[in-house]
């Protein structure tokens, strides 16, 4: 079992930055692909980046690319989120997910193995 915590999140102007992290702890050796998803009210999950334990960097889109970065810290097991110019249409809750093994479907929420209870992330106009 992995379990992941997220921590970071808050209220932050509109093209404020915030970074979130996730915490591993457990059998995190077994995982290779982390991610962050969020979900705001009324929509559906989205993925938002995700990083494999090589440090690959797994993007799907463009539209997050430019003001969003991911990093990976394995001797501390811990998953990064930089967030910056930050939008009000980025308001949601912030997962953290892990899965075990890579697939090209990377940005498909239900394929992964473990998830953080989430963090909110409010920014305001």
């Known amino acids: 079992q992995v379990q992941l915590v997220e921590s970071g999140g808050g209220l932050v102007q509109a093209g404020g930055s915030l970074r979130l992290s996730c915490a591993a702890s457990g059998r995190t050796f077994s995982t290779d692909t982390m991610a962050w998803f969020r979900q705001a009210p009324g929509k559906d999950r989205e993925f938002v980046v995700g990083i494999r334990r090589t440090g690959e960097k797994l993007y799907y889109g463009d539209s997050l690319k430019g003001r969003f970065t991911i990093s990976r810290d394995n001797a501390k097991n811990t998953v990064y989120l930089q967030m910056n110019s930050l939008k009000p249409e980025d308001t949601a809750v912030y997962y953290c997910?892990?899965?075990?093994?890579?697939?090209?479907?990377?940005?498909?929420?239900?394929?992964?193995?473990?998830w953080g209870q989430g963090t909110q992330v409010t920014v305001s106009s």
């Open positions: 997910a892990a899965r075990r093994y890579y697939s090209s479907d990377y940005q498909v929420g239900r394929n992964y193995d473990y």
